[in-house]
């Protein structure tokens, strides 16, 4: 009974290796229509721009990434609330004689800064620490010592951004 029930827990388990994970993005997708890709990658960089400042982007990837942007979230804790800021990437892309795009948008909130560092392997709690700061955290600029995590996507700026950049290919359907 074991036996079968080892070989049952095998078989799935190749079977869910052998086909794949199904995991879905966490952005928004749109086709943009059967447009030339130099022409959509200009439009996805305007677009991008009139809600991010953008910090990179790459035609021949088709990746643009924005610079952080704060925003004022809600509560996250009973008083007052962590930082928030919106970080956004767009992907586009040909696919046959369409184009295709894909857009994130991350809403972080900044962590504790007790996890910036790890532990002396050497510490043995018994004593009074005696290293300072500075020689934990080396010459480390305050925005290199934050740790973010995404918190939740904003699928509807994603979806907005998505519209914009459609109708900025396909003026005729406003």
């Known amino acids: 009974m074991t036996t079968g029930r080892f070989a049952l827990a095998a ?14 993005s966490p952005g928004s997708s749109r086709s943009l229509g059967e447009v030339e890709y130099p022409q959509a990658f200009a439009a996805a960089k305007d677009v991008m721009s009139t809600y991010y400042s953008i910090a990179s982007s790459e035609a021949a990837t088709g990746v643009i990434k924005s610079r952080p942007k704060s925003v004022e979230p809600g509560p996250d804790r009973i008083l007052g609330r962590s930082p928030a800021r919106h970080v956004a990437t767009m992907r586009v892309w040909p696919r046959g004689d369409e184009v295709l795009a894909d857009v994130t948008v991350a809403i972080e909130r900044r962590g504790d800064t007790v996890l910036r560092h790890m532990p002396d392997p050497a510490e043995n709690y018994d004593s009074v620490p005696n290293q300072p700061p500075s020689r934990r955290e080396a010459a480390t600029t305050t925005e290199q010592n934050e740790s973010w995590r995404i918190e939740k996507y904003d699928h509807a700026i994603e979806q907005k951004i998505l519209r914009d950049l459609y109708l900025s290919l396909h003026p005729e359907e406003k």
């Open 11 to 24: 078989l799935l388990a190749a079977a869910g290796m052998a086909g794949g994970c199904n995991v879905t």
